[in-house]
C-alpha cells in the first residue's frame, strides 16, 4: 500500500513515478470499467487499475493516470563514463499520477499486488486492505482479514479502526497493532533512529489499555519493540 499527502507544487507541475521500466508484454488497463491493452499513451482520470510485468497497481481513490509505452533511445555513458556512448534502444513503459501545477494538499492512495492478470482482476474485487487516515499528520491502513493496522504517526495523534477500536500515541513513530482473538501485541519504532519512549493507548469495547514502549538506542536505534498480551 502507498500513501502520499500534502503534496503541494508552483508552476511545475507535481507528478509521482509509479513505474520506469522495460516493456515485458501487455500493459493492461480498466478504464471506466473496461479492461483493454495500452498502446502509446493514455492520460486519464478514469483509470482503475494498471497491470504490467506480473504486478497490478489498484488505485483507491479518482487519480489522474498518465501512461506511456514507447521505444526511448539513450545511451549509458550519460550516467556513467566509463562505459561506452553507443545509443541502445529498447521499449519502456511508464505509470505516473500527475497531481497538476499549484497543487495544494494533493495525495495519493495505491496498491501494489504482485499477481498474474487474471488473479489480480479478481483481487480488486475483495481488496482486505482500507485506508484509515492519509494526512501530512498520520497515514493508517487495516488489512480487514489478518486483524492488523499499520500507521505512520507524523506526530502525536489517533487513529480509529474500522472495528472502532482508538489507536493513540504521544510521540511521532511507526506503529503495527495485530489482534488475534483475545490476544494482540504491538510493535514500535522511531524512523530517527533515537532512542525514546512511546505512550500508547488501545481503547475499545473491551476497556482501555496504556502502556510505554521504551524504544532502543546504539546499533539498534531504529529497531522495533514489540509487546503483546
Not at 556513467?80 to 497531481?99: C, G, K, M, Q
Request: net charge negative; charged share 20%; hydrophobic share 40%.
Amino acid at each position: 500500500m502507498a500513501l502520499g499527502a500534502g503534496i503541494t507544487s508552483s508552476d511545475t507541475p507535481a507528478y509521482t513515478s509509479l513505474e520506469q521500466n522495460l516493456k515485458r508484454g501487455d500493459v493492461m488497463v480498466s478504464e471506466s470499467g473496461k479492461v483493454h491493452s495500452l498502446s502509446g499513451e493514455l492520460n486519464s482520470e478514469d483509470v482503475e487499475w494498471v497491470h504490467h510485468r506480473g504486478a497490478g497497481y489498484f488505485f483507491l481513490q479518482k487519480e489522474k493516470i498518465l501512461l506511456r509505452e514507447a521505444k526511448q533511445t539513450e545511451n549509458w555513458k550519460e550516467i556513467a563514463t566509463e562505459r561506452r556512448d553507443d545509443p541502445v534502444s529498447a521499449e519502456v513503459f511508464s505509470l505516473s499520477i500527475d497531481h497538476g501545477s499549484h497543487a495544494s494538499g494533493a495525495s495519493y492512495q495505491y496498491l501494489v499486488a504482485p499477481m498474474e492478470l487474471d488473479e489480480f482482476q479478481n483481487y480488486v474485487h475483495t481488496v482486505p486492505v482500507h485506508v484509515l487516515a492519509n494526512t501530512p499528520e498520520l497515514a493508517a491502513v487495516e488489512h480487514v482479514r489478518l486483524g492488523i493496522v499499520e500507521a505512520v504517526f507524523y506526530q502525536a495523534g489517533v487513529v480509529k479502526t474500522s472495528g472502532g477500536t482508538l489507536l493513540s500515541v504521544d510521540q511521532p513513530c511507526l506503529l503495527m497493532l495485530w489482534r488475534k482473538e483475545s490476544s494482540w501485541s504491538v510493535s514500535a519504532s522511531n524512523p530517527r533512529n533515537a532512542p525514546m519512549i512511546v505512550g500508547v493507548t488501545i481503547s475499545g469495547p473491551s476497556g482501555k489499555k496504556e502502556f510505554k514502549i521504551a524504544l532502543l538506542a546504539g546499533d539498534d536505534a531504529g529497531k522495533s519493540v514489540t509487546v503483546a498480551e
